[in-house]
């Protein structure tokens, strides 16, 4: 048999999350919203019995909310994701090989454990409980996939308490014979529905393929997955996170944008922004692409899209690089008057690819003169990380910032801010 793989994963993470620094939501419905207050993005086990749905509107939820007493949160993804950086570092210490997936989600080897494979489990769990208040599931099974719907079932039938174990025969037949092909990972919409219309329609009689039919219907992907199924490991875990490729910072405004001045400075914050997270990497980018568009989802109004791309010589991370070549890109695309022209610009964004290692990138026969270093650079990252974002910023990005997202219900940064630290009250 392989070795064993367990995924541990997060209950509705982000609500978790603030659940941990305010026990008066335990028993409580909540949502948590996206960007701009949005759609609901994850819901607590109470919401989702009043018939709450992932990505629902927010303003088509106000009745329910103003007569179910819904508590509802902005997205705090500062403390989501120092929430999640403590939970790894709690897994951690249970495997030497473990791959972070996901901001709640992480496959570790569960190898060498034997007959202690499951009380390892429970004790990761516990711990993880313990030191940061966040309940989790896990499955574990003899392959990713496997332990994706173990993971599943742990979470959806209370008879495994919280951990279900594929690697026992009985029970992996049990799971599959009553779990649906689209819980299964990997399986999209469109497979769904070419496997349904062959008649498979349950995880156990996907795994009864014959693989060449598997791959004439969805290639080798749908191959290798029918081949995980079967408990054979084709998708190793990765301990080495893979070199990005690609980057993008996008953002919905908190008010629309009507004048190339807004959009300059949404885009500068943007392209700054990204260029914090290449140095953060070690990495710098070949070429940028800048893009804005009006809601389409209110087609009464005016409505444009637009892009530009161009090369960035050298490669570069460096924030006036970035924001220089996206405020020109911007400049190409914008279309009629600089003050007003006609669109209610609602979301704008940077894209970064050709992404490469700074030590690797190509180097130029004849540089051009850069009256700046990498030191100053070194320097504004310095003064972020220690006195919070947005400390020292370019001064394109201006000051009102009317663009910016609204949070009108998001919590407190509690364990990166010291200004937002819970106090107690003896």
């Not at 008066?24 to 709450?52: M, Q, T, Y």
């Not at 498979?200 to 997955?225: C, F, N, Y």
């Not at 700046?372 to 400390?391: I, P, S, W």
């Amino acid at each position: 048999m392989a070795d064993p793989i367990a995924l541990i994963d997060c209950n509705n993470f982000y609500v978790s999350c603030e659940r941990v620094f305010d026990p008066r939501l335990a028993g409580v419905p909540v949502i948590v919203l996206s960007n701009n207050d949005g759609c609901a993005i994850a819901r607590s086990e109470e919401a989702k019995a009043l018939g709450i749905k992932m990505g629902a509107p927010a303003f088509k939820m106000r009745d329910v909310i103003e007569r179910h007493g819904i508590r509802v949160f902005s997205s705090n993804y500062t403390l989501y994701g120092d929430m999640s950086r403590r939970v790894v570092d709690t897994i951690g210490g249970f495997s030497p090989r473990f791959e972070v997936y996901s901001i709640d989600e992480t496959f570790v080897d569960l190898s060498g454990f034997g007959e202690r494979m499951i009380a390892q489990a429970s004790d990761m769990r516990q711990e993880v409980r313990e030191r940061t208040g966040i309940p989790t599931c896990v499955g574990i099974a003899a392959t990713k996939t496997l332990a994706k719907l173990a993971n599943f079932a742990a979470k959806k039938n209370p008879l495994f308490a919280g951990i279900c174990n594929l690697t026992d025969d009985a029970i992996r037949d049990y799971v599959l014979d009553r779990v649906p092909i689209g819980e299964i990972w990997g399986v999209g919409a469109a497979t769904e529905a070419k496997l349904q219309a062959q008649g498979i329609l349950w995880a156990s009689q996907l795994r009864a393929m014959p693989l060449p039919h598997a791959r004439k219907i969805g290639t080798v992907v749908l191959e290798r997955l029918v081949a995980e199924l079967r408990g054979v490991p084709c998708i190793g875990i990765e301990e080495v996170e893979p070199q990005r490729k690609g980057m993008a910072v996008t953002r919905s405004a908190g008010t629309p944008m009507t004048s190339f001045d807004e959009l300059s400075q949404a885009l500068s914050a943007h392209a700054s922004r990204a260029a914090e997270k290449l140095r953060s990497h070690g990495l710098v980018a070949g070429t940028i692409t800048a893009f804005f568009h009006t809601n389409r989802h209110k087609p009464e109004r005016p409505q444009h899209s637009a892009s530009r791309t161009t090369r960035l010589t050298p490669m570069s991370a460096d924030s006036f690089d970035l924001v220089e070549a996206a405020l020109r890109c911007a400049a190409r695309a914008w279309k009629g008057d600089r003050d007003h022209n006609g669109y209610a610009y609602t979301k704008a964004g940077v894209i970064l690819d050709d992404l490469v290692v700074a030590d690797k990138a190509p180097r130029l026969l004849f540089p051009p003169d850069r009256p700046r270093d990498a030191r100053l650079m070194g320097a504004l990252d310095a003064v972020n990380d220690r006195f919070g974002k947005k400390t020292l910023v370019l001064a394109s990005e201006g000051y009102k910032r009317s663009w910016a997202l609204r949070a009108d219900h998001r919590s407190p940064r509690y364990t990166t801010r010291l200004s937002d630290l819970p106090t107690v009250n003896i």
